[in-house]
């Protein structure tokens, strides 16, 4: 099979337009146990809304709740959104939904489907592992299947042939126990259109998807990286090889624990169009994270959003979020 580079494909930087945001709503019972169901759905009603300032936002709903989404979203003043009939076995999209591509030419869009099996084995995925292709199917865009077990929360590129991951995931013996490190990064470069892989060691404690580069380092710029300080081990390893790439890199405070044993970030934050929209947690580094990122991005409206609940069950805004390219 001809791979999206071959073709003529490749993922753009964050910091590319995007005409749509994608999230799915939660749906998991078992999740955010110690949050009123109602008191879940207002927050993640108002982080679409949002969103929805800055681009559309796309919804993988389950159509029994269609109508009960349509209202959350309507007490949150949320207007410039689509719904879409795509069922979930969770809510963070940046995983299990498709990576988004466009020709280098003619801009023509396309999506990477990678194989999704739950971080490893640890939760149900028998409707997220469609996800990918039903999005595609929506907008009738060329899919790529690549035989790599991957989230998108797993990669960044710069836009300029580098892409960035960790070893703790991609290398992982639950993630893709037969492929060696040179396979993995051939099939990153085949299918991103990138040139060269950047491995970081790992990421944060506590982190069931093993350690997401988008919870550690976020390419900003070309060059420019945001990465947590180097409060544990992994993390000084992570900026030494990041420095030693020859990286601009800037380090965003350690926001600790959002409850006891998960860990919440700063870096997982969401770059869409004109604005930077930023985890916050109540925390005395809160304000410190925001003026750190409103430095590195002085063209755009940064905003912190509260994610002192949705970070409960780690993760954070990016990871509830895919951007389509424009």
């Not at 994608?22 to 759905?41: F, I, K, N, T």
């Not at 979203?73 to 207007?79: D, L, N, S, T």
Request: hydrophobic share 40%; glycine share 10%.
């Amino acid at each position: 099979m001809e791979s999206a580079k071959k073709a003529g494909y490749r993922t753009p930087p964050e910091w590319a337009r995007v005409d749509g945001i994608w999230m799915s709503w939660p749906v998991a019972d078992q999740l955010w146990e110690s949050v009123p169901r109602q008191e879940l759905e207002s927050v993640f009603a108002d982080l679409v809304a949002l969103i929805s300032r800055f681009a559309e936002v796309r919804l993988c709903v389950r159509e029994n709740q269609r109508a009960h989404v349509e209202e959350q979203f309507a007490a949150a003043g949320a207007q410039n959104y689509q719904i879409f009939g795509i069922s979930t076995d969770d809510v963070w999209c940046r995983d299990h939904g498709a990576t988004f591509l466009k020709h280098k030419d003619t801009g023509t869009p396309a999506v990477i489907d990678w194989i999704y099996n739950g971080w490893g084995g640890k939760f149900s995925h028998q409707l997220d592992s469609q996800v990918a292709r039903r999005m595609a199917e929506s907008w009738g865009l060329r899919r790529f299947q690549v035989p790599l077990v991957c989230e998108g929360g797993a990669i960044e590129v710069d836009g300029e042939g580098l892409c960035m991951t960790t070893e703790s995931v991609l290398l992982n013996p639950n993630r893709n126990p037969n492929l060696k490190k040179g396979k993995v990064e051939q099939l990153l470069i085949e299918s991103l259109g990138v040139d060269k892989v950047l491995w970081l060691k790992g990421g944060l404690p506590h982190d069931d998807t093993d350690g997401h580069a988008d919870m550690v380092a976020r390419f900003t710029k070309p060059g420019h990286v945001l990465a947590v300080e180097k409060s544990t081990e992994t993390l000084g390893e992570n900026a030494e090889r990041l420095e030693a790439a020859g990286l601009e890199v800037r380090y965003l405070p350690d926001a600790g624990e959002v409850t006891e044993g998960v860990s919440g970030s700063y870096a997982n934050f969401l770059i869409v169009n004109g604005a930077v929209i930023v985890p916050q947690y109540g925390k005395s580094t809160d304000e410190k994270a925001l003026e750190i990122i409103r430095a590195e991005f002085p063209s755009h409206e940064v905003v912190g959003f509260d994610c002192s609940v949705l970070g409960l069950e780690g993760g954070g805004i990016h990871c509830l979020t895919q951007g389509q390219f424009a």
